[in-house]
């Protein structure tokens, strides 16, 4: 064989060896992932039982949203990262655009203006609102209040723009928690929320009890930047639907509302 065409083969060999290496380079390469080997998470905390920090929980968060993540970055072979960015960057898409995450997980209710600004998965939990008292309320219905809290740029600040009975104040916050801090400081007399995170409240503090609650058509979405995260929304979607498919969703769910 002559030395001219050994050393070609040797150029085939090394560009074979390259192309591989680029290949095998994470099928995350593909998904454009922010943290090679790892499913980056954006969430906003407390809510529980959806998401919420515990010292003794695997990356200090846990809850439905975020174990139902974990199952999906199991699957797609990743660690799971969580960053709390705050409620009005997941929404807005601006913390997928600043890189804070790859996807947003957070029991963000797919509507049609969010979707102008970033791109839901496949519906994966139906949403109720709720409206929470405290133990020693007398209030039977949300007109029986003077003040409810909400938070701000939330599906449940929408609903009452278009149900508040007269005489009702509306007072916004920009944090979830701030909600339950004001109607324990009497600053309002009920919370306005998703059934589950009021429910979420109850369990913890037993201080409380929810009233009435309300069918609005929602449901609750994974959420992804608006272009250029095709990719990975498309792995995350048949990823839920392969854990949908073999009861991981359903083992996930029963854990975290044992009585549904």
């Not at 029991?107 to 409206?131: C, H, M, V």
């Not at 009702?168 to 701030?178: K, M, P, T």
């Not at 990719?231 to 009585?259: Q, R």
């Amino acid at each position: 064989m002559s030395k001219r065409l050994l050393q070609l083969l040797a150029l085939l060999l090394t560009i074979g060896l390259f192309a591989a290496a680029c290949g095998d380079d994470d099928g995350d390469s593909a998904l454009g992932l922010v943290s090679s080997d790892t499913l980056t998470v954006c969430t906003d905390v407390p809510y529980p039982p959806m998401e919420f920090e515990d010292p003794d929980a695997e990356g200090g968060f846990t809850g439905f949203d975020i174990e139902l993540m974990r199952a999906i970055a199991d699957d797609l072979g990743l660690g799971l990262a969580v960053a709390t960015p705050g409620w009005d960057a997941i929404t807005s898409g601006l913390a997928n655009e600043a890189g804070d995450c790859d996807i947003s997980a957070a029991s963000i209710t797919i509507t049609a203006e969010r979707e102008e600004n970033i791109d839901f998965s496949e519906p994966y939990f139906e949403g109720k609102q709720s409206l929470l008292v405290s133990d020693d309320s007398s209030a039977s219905a949300l007109a029986d209040l003077s003040a409810v809290a909400v938070q701000s740029g939330t599906t449940g600040e929408i609903w009452l723009q278009d149900n508040t009975p007269d005489g009702v104040e509306v007072v916004a916050f920009d944090d979830i928690g701030a909600l339950y801090l004001a109607l324990e400081a009497g600053d309002v007399d009920g919370v306005i929320t998703d059934l589950v995170g009021n429910q979420g409240y109850v369990d913890d503090t037993g201080g409380a009890m929810v009233i009435e609650s309300y069918a609005t058509d929602e449901f609750y979405g994974f959420a992804v930047q608006e272009e250029g995260a095709e990719d990975l929304l498309a792995a995350v979607n048949e990823s839920l639907a392969k854990l949908e498919g073999n009861g991981t969703y359903d083992a996930i769910y029963a854990e975290w509302f044992p009585g549904a």
